[in-house]
């Protein structure tokens, strides 16, 4: 007795196998098209505007010791390249809750940025192209942390 798993498979190996000859033959009736060219998207500081949420972790690290760290906020950017929030920390198990900070941002056409929190803390940004969510890393010397950003609110 043949097993109708092997009948099944074979019939479908057949039958891919002729729509497969017909599309390189061009026959009539089988449409060929290029996929259609989509608009590119650009970015500026309008395209991180709202209330956005955030949670990471990462290290500090100093020589040869390295300390973890973690993190959780939010923060509102006001389309304009001023960004303002309040976060709560945990260095090494120290926990520190409800720090305000602010600071500025820009973006770029090709949706890259930065973001500097106070004088202190650097970041590159790399945002989708809506302004929906955006990725980013930490770039100060002996800082391991990069997240992501959802929006919450728009405004």
């Given at each position: 007795m043949r097993s109708p798993f092997r009948t099944?498979?074979?019939?479908?190996?057949v039958a891919a196998c002729a729509v497969t000859t017909a599309v390189?033959?061009?026959?009539t009736g089988v449409a060929h098209s290029a996929p259609a060219a989509q608009p590119e998207q650009t970015c500026s500081p309008a395209t991180l505007t709202g209330t956005y949420?955030?949670?990471?972790?990462?290290?500090?690290?100093?020589?040869?010791?390295?300390q973890p760290l973690a993190f959780a906020g939010s923060e509102h950017f006001d389309a304009?390249?001023?960004?303002r929030?309040?976060?709560t920390s945990s260095f090494n198990?120290?926990?520190?809750?409800?720090?305000?900070f602010t600071g500025t941002y820009t973006v770029a056409a090709d949706c890259t940025g930065t973001l500097t929190i106070g004088t202190?803390?650097?970041?590159?940004?790399?945002?989708?192209?809506?302004?929906?969510?955006?990725?980013y890393v930490q770039t100060d010397p002996g800082s391991v942390s990069a997240t992501t950003e959802?929006?919450?609110i728009r405004t």
């Open positions: 099944s498979r074979t019939a479908y190996a390189t033959l061009g026959v949420l955030f949670a990471g972790d990462g290290l500090s690290v100093s020589g040869a010791s390295s304009a390249g001023h960004v929030g309040t976060s198990g120290t926990i520190t809750r409800g720090t305000t202190t803390l650097h970041f590159d940004l790399y945002i989708a192209p809506g302004g929906d969510f955006f990725t959802h929006r919450a």
